[in-house]
């Protein structure tokens, strides 16, 4: 009986994450990361897996050079005074606003019970010809605790980071126009129609050509 456990990788003497199998990705909610990672770590309680590195440098590299592998979505925890944007040779994280607002409120499944924020940043990169950066694909998703308690506690944030690619949209030249048989009794008059069929609607022409036999066969018979 095979009785092996996970182990971990050391990716740098601050950081240990979880070795996953192949086919397995560490993808959990927003919910899930605050309620099961980012409050435990908060109260320095013990964590569901060692899923998540820790990162004392997160801002003062390029998001390509940080732990992990930058193909996938990595996971970082941190403190808020490692925050120094200003410190990155090669760019800086700049906050995404919509609808006016930087944070978006997650809730609690079911009671719609705020638990914690999260705030968006793209990272801009600077150029000979921008100083002032020009935005990449990098994304960071960063996730604080909503304290509910005047409480003493650790001050830790919980942070993704990824690329985000434009999808690209399938282009048609037009439906295609194709030519299906009236059956009646007095005449056979093509009717010209739109295929669908790219649009996942199809047009089923049994009916049609089970007539058309029949009416051959009944010439043959007259014959």
Known sequence: MDTTTATTTTTSPAAKTLQMPIGYRFCPTDEELIIHYL???????????????????????????????????????????YIN???????????????GNTHKLIL???????????????????????RS???????L????????????IQEWMVC?????????KNQHQG??????KSHSENDRIP??????SASGITFNDDLGDRKEEEDDEESRLKS
Request: glycine share 4%; net charge positive.
């Open 108 to 130: 609690a499944t079911g009671c719609n019970h705020p638990i914690g924020f999260k705030k968006s940043f793209a990272f801009h990169q600077f150029s000979d010809r921008r």
């Open 191 to 196: 009717v010209v129609i739109d295929d669908d």
């Open 39 to 81: 409050r435990p770590k908060v109260f320095s309680f013990p964590l569901p897996a060692p899923a998540i590195m820790h990162s004392d440098h997160l801002f003062l590299h390029h998001p390509s050079h940080l732990p992990g592998d930058p193909k996938e979505k990595r996971y970082f925890f941190y403190k808020p005074s």
């Open 85 to 99: 944007h200003g410190s990155n040779p090669a760019g800086y994280w700049k906050p995404i606003v919509k609808n």
């Open 133 to 139: 950066g020009s935005r990449t694909p990098w994304i």
């Open 141 to 152: 998703h960063q996730f604080s605790l909503l304290y509910p308690l005047p409480i003493k």
């Open 160 to 168: 993704s980071i990824h690329m985000k690619f434009k999808k690209v």
């Open 175 to 180: 439906p295609v126009k194709r030519v299906k």
